[in-house]
T-cell receptor, first 113, second 112 residues
């Protein structure tokens, strides 16, 4: 998985609790992305980062925040988890705009009860 | 709002047959069109990609056909094999930061 790890790989939590998912890369790629994957929706971009402390919203950013204090780490936080955030979350990295390929991590399966 | 529409949702093909998956888009600013392959329990992986100035790209058994005027592109898998059984996603990129918009996916099953 191109030097990308996600933690945890599985998590079950309760509605209203905060949750943080971590993406760690060893490729020194500039761009990092968080997607969620749901049946019938494909992959939808939540937030992305184009450098340390530089982040922006994707198409489904409501209820999520991100932080990137180091090149290698991109954190996704659900401030108060809801059942609609039950999903599989994927992190991806990309070297540059010129080199378009995005490499995906193994995913985190999150269940919000 | 689904900017990239993908069909069919699922597809069953016999071994040796041709698998065809279609995608259509509306945003003419899209400038890069990749296809990703995903096996169960894994993250998606880039399979093949095309830019809009090219009408066809072939890599082994996989071919992308691109019709700019119709705003459509398709993936053809020749001589489909059971190992090709996976979910396939088309995608399109616009603007900076290589943001991708994905189709909803096609689950391909290749039978013996």
């Amino acid at each position: 998985d191109a030097g990308i790890t996600q933690s945890p790989r599985h998590k079950v939590t309760e509605t209203g609790t905060p949750v943080t998912l971590r993406c760690h890369q060893t490729e020194n790629h500039r761009y990092m992305y968080w997607y969620r994957q749901d049946p019938g929706h494909g992959l939808r971009l939540i937030h992305y980062s184009y450098g340390v402390k530089d982040t922006d919203k994707g198409e489904v950013s409501d209820g999520y925040s991100v932080s990137r204090s180091k090149t290698e780490d991109f954190l996704l936080t659900l401030e108060s988890a809801t059942s609609s955030q039950t999903s599989v979350y994927f992190c991806a990295i990309s070297e540059s705009v010129k080199n378009n390929e995005q490499f995906f991590g193994p995913g985190t399966r999150l269940t919000v009860l | 709002q689904q900017q990239v529409k993908q069909s069919p949702q699922s597809l069953i093909v016999q071994k040796g047959g041709i698998s065809i998956i279609n995608c259509a888009y509306e945003n003419t600013a899209f400038d890069y069109f990749p296809w990703y392959q995903q096996f169960p329990g894994k993250g998606p992986a880039l399979l093949i990609a095309i830019r809009p100035d090219v009408s066809e790209k072939k890599e082994g058994r996989f071919t992308i056909s691109f019709n700019k005027s119709a705003k459509q592109f398709s993936l053809h898998i020749m001589d489909s094999q059971p190992g090709d059984s996976a979910t396939y996603f088309c995608a399109a990129r616009v603007g900076t930061a290589s943001k991708l918009t994905f189709g909803t996916g096609t689950r391909l099953q290749v039978t013996l």
